[in-house]
């Protein structure tokens, strides 16, 4: 059974900084796509980032290029997205995501498992 579960998520002030982290289990994946979405309060899922599991090419969206960094550590199976310089625009409910697609995929009806969320809130 796959499970991606996400953690450190809270509240920052703007221009502040989290980690989170997302522990994959259940199935080895190495052929896919790790991404992290985002979903404010009436918005749609968007795409944030996405990192192919083995090899480290990464992409971006273009309101985190320069703020936000993915990276994956094999050993530990995780995945992390690292967000510095925070706006209140970042805030959502963050997911990571694993998918069989390409490292530019930004549509989360390409992804095929899903964490639960964690909740990141930035006050201006």
């Known amino acids: 059974q796959v499970q991606l579960a996400e953690s450190g998520g809270g509240l920052v002030q703007a221009g502040g900084s989290l980690r989170l982290s997302c522990a994959a289990s259940?199935?080895?994946?190495?052929?896919?796509?790790m991404g992290w979405f985002r979903q404010a309060p009436g918005k749609e899922r968007e795409f944030v980032a996405a990192?192919?599991?083995?090899?480290?090419?990464?992409y971006y969206v273009d309101s985190v290029k320069g703020r936000f960094t993915i990276s994956r550590d094999k050993d530990k199976n995780t995945v992390y997205l690292q967000m510095n310089s925070l706006k209140p625009e970042d805030t959502a409910v963050y997911y990571c995501?694993?998918?069989?697609?390409?490292?530019?995929?930004?549509?989360?009806?390409?992804?095929?498992?899903w964490g639960q969320g964690t909740q990141v809130t930035v006050s201006s």
């Open positions: 990192i192919a599991w083995s090899v480290d090419i990464t």
């Open positions: 259940g199935r080895r994946f190495s052929s896919y796509v």
């Open positions: 995501a694993a998918g069989r697609v390409l490292v530019t995929s930004t549509r989360p009806s390409d992804y095929e498992y």
